[in-house]
């Protein structure tokens, strides 16, 4: 994998507001920061959801590492980096982490261990891919692209500026939704099916299955099971405008799907 990020879907209400959904991907060690960021919904590709060989295999193949090697001083940002012998040797070193971390998940795996404790082991060390929707974004820019961000941060940062910047929003009227994750044929579809296949796909965070399948049905069971089991934030990323340019939870302009699951089945 490497640094991306892509527009799944960027709609302007009748009252200007826009709502885009971006699919974002860089180093997980850098989540926790990310996730700081309040006016964004977002889902995540869960490390326990993947098979634990799945994971050393990528691994091996590409780990997720640090842009630069900052050199040590006082404060949270650097301002050198080491020379470039030191910094061959950081990344040597780095990799050698990575190599004990796969190491030691191969005799957990041995154990018989489940992938929601093992597969932990390897988070420093994976990419991570998160479906993220805002109606805000510039206070997220204002931090996140400036040069005391931390690098990994800042790069994933300017690759969503330019991918919002070079997008055109389409309009959505009163009433329509924005359904991220639908595909062209699948528009035909009656609202409450898109809504609710959206929704689902943005929990799996792909419009495809965990087999790699396109299938409507398997969006469906998932949808249902997010709704009884309370998990509802994928339903975020579903909205549809609203008559005013106001805050509706943490989109501006917007209602979200998850308001109307929650007004008609209250948590417990």
Known sequence: MAYSARVLLDSVSPAAVRLTTLEVTFPRFVLAEFNTHRNFSRNS????????????????????????????????????????????????????ARDGAVAQARRLLDLNVHKQELNRLLEPFLWHTVIVSATEWGNFFELRCAPSA??????????????????????????????????????????????????????????????????????????????SEHHLSPFEHVATPSADAEFHANFRGWIQFRREIENSAPLR
Do not use: F
Not at 167 to 190: F, I, K, M, N
């Open 45 to 96: 590709a869960s490390s326990r959801a993947v098979p634990t060989a799945k994971l050393l295999e990528r691994l091996e193949r590409d780990p997720a590492m640090p842009l630069e090697w900052g050199r040590n001083k006082a404060g949270m940002s650097a301002t050198e980096t080491l020379a470039e012998s030191d910094a061959e040797e950081a990344k040597r070193i780095w990799l050698a």
């Open 150 to 227: 931390q690098p990994e941060i800042r790069e994933a940062a300017l690759r969503m500026r330019d991918a919002i910047t070079q997008s055109a929003p389409r309009p959505v009227e009163l009433g329509e939704w924005h359904t991220p994750l639908l595909q062209d044929d699948e528009y035909s579809l009656d609202p409450e099916t898109r809504r609710r296949v959206s929704a689902a796909r943005c929990a799996r965070v792909s419009y495809l299955t965990h087999d790699g399948k396109r299938e409507i049905s398997k969006d469906l069971e998932l949808y249902e099971r997010l709704r």
